[in-house]
């Protein structure tokens, strides 16, 4: 069974940075593209970022290029999102899945808020 947990969200103020991690289990995770997505309240979820199975190619959504970075460790099964510059429109769930995501693969996200 696939199971994905998202950790290090938080309330952090315009201009913070923040590092996800996505702890990925039940998967050949090195042979898989994986992404992250977040969903703002009252919007669709998007893909914010993905990376490809060495890790070697990654694509980012305009909104975020520049300010964040997606990278994987597949020895440890993790992935990780780190992001600077933060802004308020950045304020969302974020999830991690694999890229197409898998639709019964959503775990719980976790909560990022860009506020002062």
């Known amino acids: 069974q696939v199971h994905l947990v998202e950790s290090g969200g938080g309330l952090v103020q315009p201009g913070g940075s923040l590092r996800l991690s996505c702890a990925a289990s039940?998967?050949?995770?090195?042979?898989?593209?994986m992404g992250w997505y977040r969903q703002a309240a009252g919007k669709q979820r998007e893909l914010v970022a993905r990376i490809s199975r060495g890790g070697s190619s990654t694509n980012y959504a305009d909104s975020v290029k520049g300010r964040f970075t997606i990278s994987r460790d597949n020895a440890k099964n993790m992935m990780y999102l780190q992001m600077k510059s933060l802004k308020p429109e950045d304020t969302a769930v974020y999830y991690c899945?694999?890229?197409?995501?898998?639709?019964?693969?959503w775990g719980q996200g976790t909560q990022v808020t860009v506020s002062s």
């Open positions: 899945n694999t890229n197409p995501p898998g639709d019964n693969y």
């Open positions: 039940g998967i050949t995770f090195s042979l898989i593209t």
